[in-house]
């Protein structure tokens, strides 16, 4: 079950890029992973309730195929990249203010 997404994840999400200009893409889909193994998740549970007792078996398989997934996805959704995560340097004030007032002034008059 669900081979697919694994490989997907695996060429993808196994290694941090080296390239900084692929950080925010290889995080996107570190996230859009998290939010599909839940929906996985929540789509079993659900099945477990809609299910007549005939397909108790079935339901067991997928529940069993979906924790394999989980744990073999885990690794690579846990792992952030430490550069995303970094605190943004505020600009000082003092340079604000002087661009401020260097960029605005008025270009003096010439008298006519």
Known sequence: ??????????????????????????NKLRLCFKEFIMRCGEAVE??????????????????KNYNRLRENLRPMLERKIPELYKPIIRP???NRDSFKRL????????NS
């Open 46 to 63: 659900k099945n477990k309730h809609l299910i007549t007792s005939d397909q108790k078996e079935y339901q067991q398989e997928l529940k």
């Open 1 to 26: 079950m669900l081979q697919g997404p694994l490989e997907v994840a695996q060429v993808f999400l196994n290694e941090i890029p080296a390239d900084p200009k692929l950080f925010r893409h290889h």
């Open 92 to 94: 000082r004030l003092e």
């Open 103 to 110: 960029s605005f002034r008025r270009a003096p008059e010439e």
